[in-house]
């Protein structure tokens, strides 16, 4: 009967350390990738590449946990499969492989163009269902402290908002300038903000009984 209650105690600190280091960890990256896709540019759009590594590395890290109790979506089955299909359906090297499949026709100006919204749009229209499927099972899956697991849903549909009055207008000078500035940088925000309060949370996790 002794054991007992230092068992669960064991078992309730295990789950605060895995919470604390994939939370802080996977956080971290998730900066990284928003510092990356904020620096990344003109002169230095070389470096882009490093923002999908981090993107990609840092979800990974926050899905599958150091511990199940770390994972944002508590390694449930479906949440995790379709989380991590996600990150290899947009992943670059899936993108470049389907743009490598489409077939080059000088003769024909119009059949490469067809080929690509053959090929492309049924990519990108998976893509989209994949993450919108993704941060719905993950708020469902309610891992994180409080509502905080409906946090990557809010940012895509922040993201998707922004990219939508993205294209109601073009850039321009002074205010609408400014404005779409702001909007463009919406999806790295977001992706900032979701770092830090990784972070936070890791921090703050604690030991419950």
């Known amino acids: 009967m002794i054991d007992e209650p230092m068992t669960v105690v064991n078992a309730a600190d295990r789950d605060a350390r895995s919470r604390r280091r994939t939370w802080v960890t996977g956080g971290a990256l998730l900066l990284l ?3 990356v896709g904020f620096v990344a540019r003109f ?3 070389q470096f882009h590449y490093w923002n999908d590594v981090f993107w990609a590395v840092g979800v990974l890290v926050l899905v599958i946990g150091f511990g199940r109790a770390g994972s944002i979506t508590g390694r449930r089955p479906l949440a995790t499969i379709v989380t991590v299909l996600q990150l290899v359906f947009a992943s670059p090297l899936a993108a470049g492989y389907l743009s490598s499949l489409v077939p080059s026709d000088p003769g024909n100006p119009y059949a490469e163009e067809d080929a690509w919204i053959a090929v492309m749009f049924p990519y990108f229209a998976v893509v989209l269902v994949l ?3 993704a941060v719905i099972l993950i708020g469902i899956a309610n891992a994180l402290p409080r509502h905080w697991s409906w946090a990557p849903a809010l940012v895509l549909a922040a993201s998707a908002a922004s990219s939508a009055a993205l294209s109601l ?10 404005v779409t500035r702001m909007l463009y940088e919406v999806p790295g925000v977001g992706i900032a903000l979701l770092g830090a309060l990784a972070i936070v949370l890791g921090l703050r996790a604690k030991r419950t009984r």
């Open 169 to 178: 207008f073009s850039a321009g000078d002074g205010t609408l300038g400014i």
């Open 43 to 45: 002169d230095l759009a």
């Open 33 to 35: 990738t928003a510092l």
């Open 131 to 133: 993450t919108v499927a």
